[in-house]
Nanobody, 121 residues
Framework: VQLVESGGGLVQPGGSLKLSCTASGIAFSRYVMSWFRQAPGKERELVAAIIDTGAMTEYGDSVKGRLTISRDNARNTVYLQMNSLKREDTAVYYC???????????????WGQGTQVTVSS
């Protein structure tokens, strides 16, 4: 199983980034796909999740209205569109695949290697 994230980088406050995560080795369309993030010295937290069909999503309180999760089951890819970025969004962003919704850190799941997002002027 591989989850490969891309799209991270350095962006100014107020800017935008779009993360992608492409999966292989799993029946992608059956999985709940999520983005978690972890900032230095902090616990890993849920950013956004989307069910297998894409019909339902969930967001962390701090990102609602600014970040949008979507998926393309034909491409085995989940996306995270990040707008109006703030310095506190700086973290390593991880892609996650599991069968539970809402997703949980304690549930057996697959993880990507993470991609760094830095919001700074």
């Amino acid at each position: 199983v591989q989850l490969v994230e891309s799209g991270g980088g350095l962006v100014q406050p107020g800017g935008s980034l779009k993360l992608s995560c492409t999966a292989s080795g799993i029946a992608f369309s059956r999985y709940v796909m999520s983005w978690f993030r972890q900032a230095p010295g902090k616990e890993r937290e849920l950013v956004a999740a989307i069910i297998d069909t894409g019909a339902m999503t969930e967001y962390g309180d701090s990102v609602k209205g600014r970040l949008t999760i979507s998926r393309d089951n034909a491409r085995n890819t989940v996306y995270l569109q990040m707008n109006s970025l703030k310095r506190e969004d700086t973290a390593v962003y991880y892609c996650n695949a599991q069968l539970r919704f809402p997703p949980s850190l304690s549930t057996m799941s697959h993880w990507g290697q993470g991609t760094q997002v830095t919001v700074s002027s």
